[in-house]
């Protein structure tokens, strides 16, 4: 497939929509962690969608490559840190600051890339986005420490689960995963995540809970099939057919898109301050991705 290098209706529609599920997740794990507790939210995301998409895979008729059993296990044991930190810091912090913490990956990214890949070198302009990202992060730090230690606690789980979504990312790059199939990589992390967040839920929270509510069971669902299974299907979908440099621009939206649904959807108060931190995040993602790199 010829990769398209300029973005057309379609993937720019596709890409609002992909954020704004995006940033719904958070809302939705969070309204019903007082009936289903984080680590069982987690795991069962993780049984549902490896189902949903080890069955997409024999349907589609993709070749499994072989030989990547370790990498994909060490993918697969970040991500399930990863995301068992999420959904705990929801239980502890607003979804919106959540939200903007976990979305300090790119910069994580972006510095490891520098180092580890000669062709990715940042440009001062990129290393000026990620001192703005690294001021908005300090921010919303900084408000949780004064204000509420339980809430910095939050964040601070938030900020880790960030940090290991970027090392999960460059760990792929630098591994065989790279020229495996997307839904391959995908299947290690949930795979993985399947066995290690469901001990986490048994050791933690003990056995599951069985959910009463209509909220809980649509809220199991949409993460579930809509997050985890579905919209990184049409991610990988688009990164095969446009830029990904380019896409990754609209993630941006994310965060933005985060912290208005938690205002609207869970009442969470939005001060001065995490409205600079959301300020500096957004415009380092954005300097990061369309000016950070090095010509050549």
């Known amino acids: 497939m010829i990769r ?6 379609f993937a720019v529609l596709a890409m609002i929509v992909l954020c704004s599920l995006w940033a719904l997740q958070q ?4 309204a019903v962690i007082p009936e289903v507790p984080p680590f ?3 795991a069962i995301r993780s049984i549902g969608a490896t189902a949903l998409l080890a069955g997409w895979f024999r349907y589609a008729g993709l070749t499994w490559m072989k030989g990547l059993f370790w990498p994909g296990v060490i993918v697969g044991t970040l991500f399930s840190v990863e995301f068992g930190l999420l959904y705990l810091s929801l239980g502890y912090t607003d979804a919106a600051r959540a939200a903007l913490l976990l979305y300090t990956a790119p910069f994580v990214v972006a510095i490891g890339a520098h180092f580890l890949m000669p062709g990715e070198r940042l440009s001062p302009a990129g290393w000026l986005g990620i001192v ?5 992060t300090a921010l919303v730090l900084r408000t949780s420490v004064s204000v509420d230690p339980t809430k910095f606690l939050g964040d601070a789980c938030a900020l880790a689960a960030g940090i290991l979504w970027g090392m999960t990312t460059l760990a792929i790059r630098l591994s065989g995963l ?3 199939p997307a839904a391959q990589t995908l299947l290690y992390q949930l795979g993985t995540s399947c066995l290690l967040l469901t001990g986490a839920a048994l050791a933690f929270e003990g056995p599951l809970p069985v959910p009463h509510s209509l909220l809980a069971w649509s809220s199991l669902a949409y993460q579930t099939v809509i997050v985890a299974a579905l ?5 990988f979908a688009l990164i095969a057919r446009y830029s990904a440099t380019k896409l990754s621009v609209f993630t941006f939206l994310t965060p933005l ?3 208005i649904a938690g205002i609207l959807l869970l009442g969470e108060r ?5 409205v600079a931190a959301l300020f500096c995040i957004v415009v380092g993602i954005l300097v990061v991705n369309l000016w950070g790199h090095r010509a050549g």
């Open 132 to 136: 703005i990202a690294f001021v908005g």
């Open 27 to 30: 809302i939705s794990i969070k």
């Open 231 to 235: 919209s990184f299907l049409v991610w």
């Open 4 to 9: 398209k290098q300029s973005l057309d209706t």
């Open 178 to 180: 790279g020229r495996a």
């Open 257 to 259: 898109l985060a912290a």
């Open 40 to 42: 069982w939210q987690s």
């Open 270 to 274: 939005i001060d001065v301050h995490h």
